[in-house]
Each structure stands twice: as C-alpha cells, then as structure tokens.
C-alpha cells in the first residue's frame, strides 16, 4: 500500500483505507470525453466513503478543471470557435457567478 491510499476522515478524523474505485466522465475541448477511474475510500471509525479526484476536475463537475477556470477567468466564451460544441451558455454563466474556491 502507498501513501495515496492512506487518508485521514475529514468528518471524525478517523483513518480511511482502500474501498473501490467508480468511473467518471471528463469532458474536454472538442467534445471529447474520457472515462476514468475515482479511487474511493472508506472511514473505518464513521464509515464515511471519500473520493480522490485527480487534479484536472472540480468535484460535482464533469468537464476538465482548465475549461472551467478558462470559463471564468474569460479566456473561454461561447464565441470561440473551438469550444462551440460544449458548455453551453448557461453552464458557462453559471461557473462565472460561482467562486472558483468553492469548487477546490
């Protein structure tokens, strides 16, 4: 075991180990998607399951962590010819009102 697989419980401050892993979807420029694979892990005093998401996505978000950050930061809009097929306008108007430390 490595030291990625040992964790400490955010909700009781208990020790995690290893449960399973579950797929999930990024979605990057040109409407490619990606399926990976989300390590999860288990408290062993509240039973609580944590996710370990990599770097390049937000929790809650499907779409690839630079998208969103180009989104707000106003590097990315719906003008731009190649993010024309993905997110929509409402999506991208709704990252912009959130605060990017909300999603880390």
């Not at 993010?83 to 430390?101: A, G, I, K, S, V």
């Amino acid at each position: 075991m490595n030291n990625d697989d040992i964790k400490i419980c955010t909700s009781c401050g208990g020790t995690t180990k290893y449960y399973d892993r579950v797929p999930r979807i990024i979605r990057s420029k040109g409407n490619s998607k990606v399926w990976i694979y989300v390590k999860r892990f288990r408290c062993d005093r509240c039973g609580e399951i944590h996710r370990k998401l990599p770097n390049n996505i937000f929790p809650y978000k499907q779409y690839d962590a630079r998208i969103i950050t180009g989104v707000i930061e106003g590097k990315i809009t719906s003008d731009m010819i190649d993010y024309e097929d993905y997110p929509c306008d409402m999506t991208m108007t709704r990252w912009r009102t959130l605060n990017l430390q909300s999603l880390l």
